[in-house]
């Protein structure tokens, strides 16, 4: 259920409101816009009568959320989401690339694929250092080792780092080293995973699982929200269909209709939707174009030697051809690509 308070409603008629939410036994989210404030009853609400809460002084409407996700709804939160991540913002005007490679493989690798993305435009690092292999036989990660060499590499080119999380029991280590969370499309219903991050305050990057719905999706933010995590970007990352010429078959859709249904910034990776290097630019563009408020996209310097998704891989050149081509239809969107300003200081939540 959502309280809308009118728009000179007082702080002690917003506070009136709250202490009547939870003395239903529901619990309180406060979403303070520009224009107005809007408190979130959730839980058990089916049984209250909205009249309970319409009767209170200040208060302009109450409205019951019919979708199944309430925190990530547009109807709970109408404007967009935006949160800033070293000097640059997620979900605003500004386009975020990140991009690095599938796997931190090396101390050089890292080092020398930072210098080279930053160098191209991204505004943020990738490197993944526990992966999610098909094989139990293939490379999976550096683990603590892969984290050092991130740190390294962020302290050198002030880029934040992207790192995904493959379980609870790497929480306390990744929340020491990471600036984003990367929740990757095989975790995406691990609903555990998604509570003990939703505790943490950092940012998360949560995939579309492979056979993921738009709404399984969205639920599953609604969890890390639920936890007051509000700094949840959602990621389309191609979804399996019974089309073989590429590995995923990018869900361009997902992009308008996730923006309307959410609030929340949607990015698109175009890496792991293709598969292909050859097909990462033009999805890339596309996406933009779609409304996508940012990318994630494989580096690697050498992708032939990758260790793992060399195939998808772009080298740096072909990256920094990218960054210019979705500069320019960023420009015709309105848009700007996000640059790095040096020092990491997060800022919390606007
Ligand atoms: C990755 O980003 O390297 C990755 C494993 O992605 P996904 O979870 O989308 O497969
Ligand atoms: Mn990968």
């Known amino acids: 259920m959502m309280i809308i308070m009118k728009p000179n409603a007082t702080p002690q008629q917003v506070e009136n409101v709250i202490s009547h939410i939870r003395a239903a036994g529901l619990a309180v989210h406060l ?25 209170l002084e200040g208060v302009q ?13 547009r109807q709970f ?32 690798q890292i080092i020398e694929t930072a210098h080279a993305v930053k160098e191209a435009g991204a505004c943020a690092l990738r490197g993944g250092v526990f992966k999610p292999r098909t094989s139990p036989y293939a490379f999976q990660g550096l683990g603590e080792e892969g984290l050092e060499y991130l740190a390294e590499a962020r302290e050198q080119t002030g880029l934040p780092i992207v790192v995904e999380i493959m379980s609870q029991t790497q929480l306390d280590l990744m929340v020491k080293y990471v600036d984003v969370l990367q929740v990757g499309a095989r975790n995406m219903q691990n609903f555990n995973l998604l509570r003990a991050i939703g505790e943490t305050r950092t940012p998360v990057l949560l995939k579309r699982g492979l056979s993921a719905t738009i709404e399984e999706l969205l639920m599953s933010a609604e969890y890390i929200l639920a936890g007051g995590n509000k700094q949840v970007m ?20 997902a992009i ?26 033009a999805i890339a563009r596309a996406a933009i174009a779609a409304g996508a408020d940012g990318l994630i996209v494989e580096v690697h ?7 793992s998704d060399g195939k998808q891989s772009l080298k740096p050149e072909a990256f920094a051809q990218m960054v210019k081509q979705v500069g320019q239809i960023a420009q015709i969107m309105d848009r ?11 800022q919390g939540w606007a």
């Open 31 to 55: 979403s303070q816009g520009v224009e107005t404030t809007i408190i979130g009853a959730i839980g058990e609400t089916h049984s209250i009568p909205t009249e309970r809460f319409e009767v």
């Open 61 to 73: 409407e109450v409205q019951r959320i019919t979708k199944p996700y309430k925190l990530a709804s």
């Open 77 to 108: 939160h109408p404007e967009n989401s935006v949160f800033p991540l070293d000097g640059f913002t997620v979900g605003g005007e500004e386009i975020a690339v990140i991009a690095g490679p599938c796997s931190v493989e090396s101390r050089a």
């Open 234 to 253: 959602l990621c389309e990352r191609g979804i399996r269909t019974f089309e073989t010429a590429t590995r995923n078959t990018t869900d361009i859709n």
């Open 256 to 281: 308008p209709v996730l923006k309307s249904l959410t609030h929340l910034p949607v990015i698109l990776d175009p890496s792991h939707s293709t598969g292909h290097a050859d097909f990462v630019s």
């Open 301 to 307: 310097p050498n992708p032939a030697q990758a260790l």
């Open 336 to 346: 700007r690509l996000a640059a790095v300003h040096g020092a990491y200081a997060p």
